[in-house]
């Protein structure tokens, strides 16, 4: 190649800013850049390191040359699994994954040699951190699966799962520190799986210690995120957990905190009303029962103190949201429905609005217009009927094709 050729490349890149090379550097492919070229930019950032602080250039420069020697290491591995040669096979990717730790296919290859080295727990971390990196390659959550259920048949057989078994006989049995004492004895010897805290978490449930069975199901979706059991039982212990903090959490106001709502009620507020009785300045959420306070939802869906549904602002708000959404749907033609009975009550109720329209004009063509006198208030139900017909009329000929897969722009 010609050197002026290459000279006016370097000029180029001079001119480039720090993230632009930093990105040919990184991500660059000797397909788009010529070698000289990594070599270069390579110059001018070690250059610009030292002389330009506030472009905040790394410490180190980008691992393109760890990210190829890790994918040596890689390389070698998978002649080492080949050769059945698993010891090895750990060493490449230990140094793969140390120079590139965002390999996804180090952390693979090395949870296949633990896996066939009998270190399961040690293959499904890799599995996981693989499926974390990558999420998008099946052969990974494949792999955990799998891997999933042989250590659910190792925890089956072992003590630790025979003392949680022991422990949820003594919570049934209603003897909760024996139970915990099994809970003492399972802890010593639990293994780092997911089935593992998730059992633990049951017996934690069962015995009333719903934080501790959060705390327990979330460290077992940690260790396996697809574990589904864990994610289940996790949501019944919240929202156990929030029924427990329903109930204390009355006895845990401040102690000044009635003191600071008397301060704040004025005397016309409270005539007729006063009473030593401090439930009656208790806030509203205190009268609540406990349903009421589980249940999720919008504000106004909820139960009211004295009161249930919703109050009337909410129920105007609600009207209005709905009679607006039809009248929409209406105008836009998309007030469609695929039941042939509403099709048809859509067609009587407009063919009945347009009545007056037919006589009006029946009376002007056979000449008695004096029949008109009676019709004039109901002409206003005739952009209804015309509206409803011509809903029906896209109800039955849609014109587009994602009608007959119901997208969802079916108002019904």
């Keep these: 190649m010609d050197d002026n050729f290459k000279q006016t490349i370097i000029d180029n890149l001079n001119l480039k800013s720090t993230r632009e090379l930093q990105d040919i550097w990184e991500k660059g492919t000797e397909e788009e850049w010529q070698p000289f070229v990594f070599d270069a930019v390579k110059e001018i950032l070690m250059r610009r390191q030292v002389t330009v602080v506030e472009d905040e250039i790394p410490d180190e420069l980008p691992n393109r040359e760890n990210k190829l020697l890790a994918d040596e290491h890689l390389s070698r591995a ?45 293959a499904m971390a890799d599995y996981q951190q693989a499926g974390k990196l990558n999420p998008d390659v099946d052969e990974y959550w494949d792999k955990i699966k799998e891997l999933q259920k042989m250590l659910d048949s190792d925890f089956n057989n072992s003590p630790c799962k025979q003392y949680l078994d022991q422990a949820l006989i003594y919570v049934e049995d209603e003897q909760p520190e024996s139970a915990m004492e099994q809970v003492g004895l399972a802890l010593q010897v639990i293994p780092e799986i997911a089935s593992a805290y998730t059992d633990l978490g049951l017996v934690y449930y069962h015995l009333g210690k719903y934080e501790q069975a959060i705390e327990s199901y979330e460290h077992a979706i940690s260790l396996n995120t697809r574990y589904y059991d864990a994610r289940s039982n996790m949501a019944d212990a919240k929202l156990k957990f929030e029924e427990e903090q329903y109930r204390i959490s009355p006895g845990e106001l401040p102690e000044d905190y009635y003191d600071e709502l008397e301060e704040t009620i004025s005397a016309e507020e409270t005539q007729g009303k006063g009473s030593d009785n401090k439930d009656d300045i208790a806030p509203g959420w205190v009268y609540m029962d406990e349903a009421s306070f589980v249940v999720k939802g919008t504000p106004g869906h909820r139960f009211r103190p004295g009161m249930m549904g919703l109050d009337p602002l909410d129920l105007d708000f609600e009207r209005a949201r709905v009679e607006g959404s039809i009248f929409i749907r209406l105008i836009t033609g998309k007030f469609r429905t695929h039941n042939p009975i509403y099709q048809l009550g859509m067609l009587i109720i407009g063919l009945l609005c347009c009545i007056p329209i037919i006589v009006i004009g029946a009376s002007f063509i056979l000449g008695y217009p004096d029949w008109n006198n009676g019709l004039i208030p109901s002409i206003l139900y005739i952009p209804v009927g015309g509206v409803l017909l011509f809903n029906v009329y896209r109800s039955i000929w849609p014109g587009d094709e994602t009608w007959k897969d119901d997208d969802g722009s079916a108002f019904f």
């Design 78 to 122: 998978k002649m080492f699994y080949e050769q059945d040669n698993l010891n090895q096979v750990i060493v490449e990717c230990d140094s793969a994954v140390k120079l590139s730790p965002e390999s996804d296919q180090a952390y693979y290859w090395r949870g296949l040699a633990y896996e066939y080295s009998d270190e399961r727990i040690k």
